[in-house]
């Protein structure tokens, strides 16, 4: 990997930073799917705390990480009363 990302040539580097980008993505949403996050966003707006109340945690730091993660994948936003799913 090291080596690929040292040659001369532009095309692996940035096949392995948009595979690395993919992973991201990936690992991300699979995060706010098991959390429950995603689909309690998907019945109403919700603050990160009822989130995090809802997955069961006491602390919702981790989980106020991972929504602001998700919104700048475009996946969620916040709103005046919390978090909600960005229009598609």
């Not at 595979?19 to 799917?33: E, F, I, S």
């Not at 603050?47 to 602390?59: F, Y």
């Amino acid at each position: 990997m090291l080596q690929m990302a040292r040659s001369g040539d532009l095309r692996p580097r940035l096949r392995a930073v948009r595979d690395g980008q993919a992973a991201v993505r990936v690992a991300a949403v699979g995060a706010g799917l098991r959390t429950g996050a995603l689909d309690h966003l998907r019945e109403a707006p919700s603050t990160a705390g009822e989130l995090a109340k809802a997955a069961g945690w006491s602390d919702e730091t981790t989980l106020e990480g991972l929504l602001q993660v998700l919104a700048g994948l475009g996946l969620v936003r916040s709103s005046r009363d919390g978090w909600e799913l960005a229009a598609r």
